[in-house]
């Protein structure tokens, strides 16, 4: 060859030693590019933490604090009052009712959207985000506008005896209306993201249309979809504006619980108000507890991923 | 089992993917479908499956039009190329899938449907693994339970889409030969997709060249070898030159030189394309009916010589192919080439550049 390979260095292994023979002027001052120095770092971390305190912190210490004001019996008398207890129980029912038909609408969306194609589609993903950028009181007066006395449908529910705003089924469809995206939005990405290949396997396996669904893609999105229903849930719980309106306020019968609060607290009830407030900051807290769970450990099947 | 395609188009949208593909395969073979990507290899293999429904034409399984048979009752196994193991459930589950979903007496016990798992576990040569999930498996391994999974359901035929594709170069190799063990082992009728023109070669009984929707050539790897029925098939399997030619009584001529080419089906007067691969020219001192040319450059490969000869006219330097211990030219030399195997096609230049040496 005309180029020989010149002879590999005989250059003794750098020891320890070998790093200092260079000059190192700049070492002390030296830091990752991507990194802010010591100071930046201190004002923002603690900038973060003030604002996290101030905002957060101390308002959720303050609910407990102001219900336990008068002691644990006052605490107590305050929960089970009759209106109280009557609250709760709207609460849970509204909740009861709304979460998993919004589940069932957000999985069946989310499949429709993510293994076919049909025309509007994209107008179909634009109308599911619309609870999202209306305001609920607005959504709470269509419901009124619609299914009130003297709203479109009105005449034929009195017709019917059907009472639907100020009871029952107008709560529930308010609490759905503000709670749609929550389970759709969480699938929508995952089941797009795994396509339709499962699927065809299994078809091919020889699997009906029910039995693919039941032991393939409804497992697929389990845990989004409990995500998704953990959020839609803590959302239809603390729901107020939309309801507020479509409620009426009549207390023992269409009180929710954060309407019941906002009742207490305008009578100047501190610790009945905060009393019942602590039940849904402490649904709040276990929501999060419960979100943080999930996310850490089956966070690779909540988010859309390759493969497997 | 055998196949019958007939006439088979399919159209996404505008797009044909499909222009009328015509293919008979026989029981027990074990069929390539080799193509550049895009050529229609998957869509023609969802079609035999059901996952697709072609605009026109018929799948027959013997015999049987199948235009009405869904997938589930085809009883094809079909391997996915990204192989679409169930995440949720282990080796064995995902095994099993196809008895588990079977109905009323179809459906074995539990224990048979595991015995059948294992049974298939150890075929695949995974033995021991049956309690893993899909993400615990390397490539290979999920490879060969996706394989597994589909021959559980004792399909009639066998589809594959790129059953290697995602494997590097030394797995490729050995599942390739393991796949050919196991097809001579358990003889379902098998077709498999690839885009590697080694792979399609060295595995299947025939093969079956796509391009832009329709077949180019079936046959055996030896007659794709030994004699590329178009164009695009001496591009596209391994390297060739292309010389454009006149043809006039019979003869070619490259400019003015009237070329002494082997026998070959005659071709009509007018222009035409002479294709000769690197390894077919040979150096010779006799001149006549010969390719004269310059010695432009010589590339050392592994197991040859490469040797870059400008011929002249408009065309860019022939390459040609020596054995290693060969004496060669030197760059600059004159060197007169003879073609000792070659493919003549009528027709003028450029119709299929990109797969032109
Ligand atoms: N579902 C689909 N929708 C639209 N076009 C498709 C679809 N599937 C395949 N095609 C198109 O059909 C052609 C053939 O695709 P395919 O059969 O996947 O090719 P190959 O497997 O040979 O790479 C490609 O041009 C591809 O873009
Ligand atoms: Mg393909």
Redesign the interface.
């Known amino acids: 060859m005309d180029h020989p390979m010149p002879p590999a260095p005989a250059s003794p292994t750098p020891g320890p030693s070998a790093a200092r023979a260079f000059p190192s002027r700049r070492r002390g001052r030296w830091h990752p590019p991507t990194t802010e120095t010591a100071p930046t770092r201190a004002v923002l971390i603690a900038g973060a933490v003030l604002f996290l305190l101030l905002v957060l912190l101390a308002p959720l210490i303050s609910v407990f604090a102001e219900a336990l004001a008068d002691g644990l019996p006052g605490y107590v008398a305050a929960l089970t009052d009759p209106e109280a207890l009557s609250a709760i129980r709207l609460t849970l029912l509204v909740a009861v009712l709304s979460v998993p038909l919004n589940a069932l609408f957000g999985l069946a969306a989310a499949w429709a959207i993510a293994k076919f194609e049909f025309p509007g589609k994209s107008l179909f993903i634009t109308v599911i985000d619309l609870p999202f950028s209306i305001s609920p009181v607005i959504a709470g007066l269509v419901y009124v506008l619609v299914y009130g006395a003297h709203g479109v449908l009105g005449p034929f529910l009195q017709a019917h005896d059907l009472q639907v705003v100020f009871a029952l089924p107008g709560i529930v469809l308010a609490t759905m209306f503000v709670t749609v995206p929550f389970v759709a939005r969480e699938l929508i990405p995952l089941m797009q993201e795994q396509g339709t290949?499962?699927e065809?396997?299994?078809?091919?396996?020889?699997?009906?249309g029910w039995?693919t669904f039941w032991?393939?893609t409804l497992?697929?999105v389990?845990w989004a979809l409990l995500y998704g229903v953990l959020l839609c849930n803590a959302r239809a719980m603390g729901e107020f504006g939309a309801v507020a309106v479509v409620s009426g306020r009549i207390r023992g019968f269409t009180n929710t619980m954060p309407l019941q609060v906002e009742i207490l607290y305008n009578e100047y009830n501190t610790v009945a108000a905060f009393a019942v407030a602590s039940l849904l900051a402490v649904l709040a807290l276990a929501t999060l507890v419960l979100k943080t769970l999930l996310e850490w450990r089956y966070g690779d099947a909540l988010m859309a991923r390759r493969?497997? | 089992m055998r196949i019958d395609i007939q006439g088979i188009h399919k159209e996404f949208g505008q797009f044909p993917a499909l222009r009328g593909v015509e293919l008979t395969i026989g029981d027990g073979e074990l069929i390539a479908l080799l193509g550049p990507s895009g050529s229609g290899k998957t869509t023609l293999l969802r079609v035999i499956?059901g996952?697709e429904r072609p605009d026109a034409g018929q799948i027959l399984f013997n015999g049987a039009d199948m235009a009405d048979t869904?997938?589930?009752?085809r009883?094809?196994?079909?391997v996915?190329q990204?192989y679409?193991?169930?995440?949720?459930m282990t080796v064995e589950d995902n095994i099993a899938?196809?008895l588990a979903?079977?109905r009323g007496r179809q459906r074995p016990s539990r224990a048979q449907r595991r015995a059948r798992a294992r049974e298939l576990l150890e075929l695949v040569q995974m033995g021991g693994l049956h309690h893993r999930f899909?993400?615990q498996l390397s490539g290979g391994q999920?490879q060969r339970v996706a394989l597994a999974?589909?021959l559980?359901?004792d399909p009639a035929v066998l589809l594959l889409d790129e059953p290697f594709g995602a494997l590097d170069a030394k797995v490729r190799k050995d599942l390739r030969r393991w796949l050919r063990a196991l097809h001579d082992e358990t003889g379902h009728t098998t077709v498999f997709v690839t885009h590697d023109q080694e792979e399609a070669l060295e595995l299947a009984d025939r093969v079956v060249v796509m391009r832009d929707g329709i077949i180019e050539q079936i046959g055996t790897p030896e007659d794709l070898c030994l004699r590329p029925a178009t164009p695009f098939v001496y591009g596209f399997l391994g390297d060739t030159n292309m010389l454009a030619v006149l043809v006039r009584e019979g003869t070619a001529w490259l400019g003015d030189r009237a070329l002494a080419l082997p026998p070959a089906p005659p071709v009509p007067d007018g222009p035409a394309r002479l294709y000769v691969r690197p390894h077919d020219f040979r150096f010779t001192d006799d001149s006549d009916g010969a390719i004269p040319g310059t010695v432009q450059a010589i590339r050392r490969r592994l197991d040859a010589l490469r040797i870059e000869v400008s011929v002249g006219g408009h065309h860019g330097p022939v390459e040609v192919a020596l054995p290693a211990p060969a004496p060669a030219p030197e760059p600059g030399q004159t060197v007169w080439l003879r073609p000792i195997a070659h493919g003549l096609f009528p027709g003028g230049q450029g119709v299929f550049s990109e797969y032109e040496a």
């Open positions: 290949g499962d065809e396997a299994a078809l091919s396996l020889g699997a009906s039995q032991r393939v497992p697929n389990k493969g497997h | 499956a996952l869904p997938v589930q009752e009883n094809v196994g079909f996915f990204h679409a193991l169930f995440r949720h899938f196809g979903v079977r899909p993400a999920r999974r589909a559980a359901i």
